[in-house]
């Protein structure tokens, strides 16, 4: 596509909850990344993707983070026992490899 | 802990002000620099980067930074804004060559009056 897509662009969902966040790169970019970030602070890199590699997961904040990325395309970031913490705007990236990195409009997570 | 500093978080100008906007990180390697802006309602984009060669890099709409090795920094700077650039402003740094890993600084929100 024409830009790196993100859905849903709000989700509020209920303390224990499960979540998944959708993103879709731009098209041919190896490279997927996902942040965080919080109101009034600057992004915290969550997770990198690139091509087959095994993942960058060096960000995730606890093992109720997860993300997937099927080949070079969507990948999917799922947090599991949502807590009032993981408020947040959760943003996706994509890059060709070893360049600029192209941002996606984000997910809005409320966690009541 | 490599951390990225923006010490202003609000700055409020006039239009024809002139703007710089501090960053200053925390690594002794080399690094990549960046500043994005994110324009309301709209996605992050790349505003300027610096990867080597002339430390006073130039961006899109008349903005330019300054990469200072000595002080840490890497500031933004505009002669004269306009209304649209209001806007929030992010620096952002990748130690050593990779790509990746972008830490990132709090932000600026810049307001300008009309």
């Known amino acids: 596509g024409a830009g790196v897509s993100q859905s849903p662009s709000n989700k509020v969902t209920e303390k224990g909850k499960d979540v998944e966040l959708r993103c879709d790169p731009i098209s041919g970019h190896t490279a997927l990344y996902w942040y965080r970030q919080r109101l009034g602070q600057g992004l915290e890199f969550l997770i990198y993707?690139?091509?087959?590699?095994?993942?960058?997961k060096s960000g995730l904040p606890s093992d109720r983070f997860s993300a997937e990325r099927t080949g070079e395309s969507v990948s999917t970031l799922t947090i599991q026992r949502t807590q009032q913490e993981d408020s947040a705007v959760y943003l996706c990236a994509s890059s060709l490899a070893g360049t600029l990195q192209f941002f996606g409009p984000g997910t809005r997570l409320t966690v009541l | 802990a490599q951390s990225v500093s923006q010490h202003n978080h609000h700055v409020i100008l006039s239009e024809a002000a002139s703007l710089e906007l501090g960053c200053n990180y925390s690594y002794g390697g080399t690094v990549n620099l960046f500043w994005y802006v994110q324009y309301p309602g709209q996605h992050l984009q790349l505003l300027l980067k610096?990867?080597?060669?002339d430390p006073l890099v130039k961006g899109i709409k008349g903005f330019e930074a300054e990469f200072i090795k000595s002080k840490f920094s890497f500031n933004l700077r505009k002669p004269s804004v306009q209304w649209s650039d209001t806007a929030e402003y992010f620096c952002?740094?990748?130690?050593?060559?990779?790509?990746?890993?972008?830490?990132w600084g709090a932000g600026t929100k810049l307001i300008i009056k009309p």
């Open positions: 993707f690139q091509g087959n590699s095994a993942p960058d």
């Open positions: 610096y990867f080597s060669g």
């Open positions: 952002a740094v990748t130690p050593g060559r990779s790509n990746y890993q972008l830490i």
